[in-house]
């Protein structure tokens, strides 16, 4: 069974503080690792995608993939009360489909 | 104005009805999904379908049936087999083009069977 999990939460932090949100996969086969941002009630927003060990930054937000680990993480910088959502961590199946599998997901909470 | 469409936004039923749930879009991605998300779980795959004319099963195909007679729209028909319908339908896309295989979503389908 291919499994994507995640800390359901809530993660509390204050306004302005650093956010971490951590994943582990169980497929070895996973090329591709996705972070999709959740508000209540909403669909999922793509907001990072991360292919290669590492760290890929965009903005406030820095994914790092650890293959080895199978672990992967988010990191929200000076977190917004907006940034207050659920976020997902998804893997890629692996083989010949484009297959994805979430995780259950991780409610962050920003206190102004 | 690029994206993916679902309607309607909500949708009541009674039981023992089929319904079936709009999904359009204007990306010119070949690969279209249906996810079903219920409170408290993540997203389970339904059905997908990364080219016209096929289709192949997720992991809770039960009770739903879908078509992709057009690359733009993949309907998805809850039918009167699915115990338990009510829940979040979201319908999804991406390219097939090396590892680009983000996918992006519509605003979902919130579906009630009564």
């Known amino acids: 069974q291919k499994e994507v999990e995640q800390n359901s939460g809530p993660l509390s932090v204050p306004e302005g503080a650093i956010a971490s949100l951590n994943c582990t996969y169980s497929?070895?086969?996973?090329?591709?690792f996705f972070w999709y941002r959740q508000y209540s009630g909403k669909s999922p927003e793509l907001i990072m995608s991360?292919?290669?060990?590492g760290d890929k930054e965009d903005g406030r937000f820095t994914a790092q993939l650890n293959k080895a680990s199978q672990y992967v993480s988010l990191l929200i910088r000076d977190s917004q009360p907006s940034d207050s959502a659920t976020y997902l961590c998804?893997?890629?199946?692996?083989?010949?489909?484009?297959?994805?599998?979430f995780g259950t997901g991780t409610l962050l909470a920003v206190q102004p | 104005d690029g994206g993916i469409t679902q309607s309607p936004k909500y949708l009541f039923r009674k039981e023992g009805q089929n319904v079936t749930l709009s999904c359009e879009q204007n990306?010119?991605?070949?690969?279209m999904y249906w996810y079903r998300q219920d409170p408290g779980q993540g997203l389970r795959l339904i059905y997908y379908?990364?080219?016209?004319?096929?289709?192949q099963k997720g992991d809770i195909a039960e009770g739903y049936s879908v078509s992709r007679e057009k690359k733009e729209s993949f309907p998805l028909t809850v039918t009167s087999a699915q115990k338990n319908p009510t829940a979040f339908y979201l319908c999804?896309?991406?390219?097939?083009?090396?590892?680009?295989?983000?996918?992006?979503f519509g605003p979902g389908t919130r579906l009630t069977v009564t």
């Open positions: 990306l010119n991605h070949d690969a």
């Open positions: 999804a896309s991406s390219a097939i083009e090396g590892f680009s295989d983000e996918q992006y």
């Open positions: 991360i292919y290669s060990n």
């Open positions: 497929d070895r086969g996973s090329q591709s």
């Open positions: 379908s990364q080219i016209v004319n096929d289709f």
């Open positions: 998804a893997a890629h199946y692996g083989g010949a489909t484009n297959k994805l599998i």
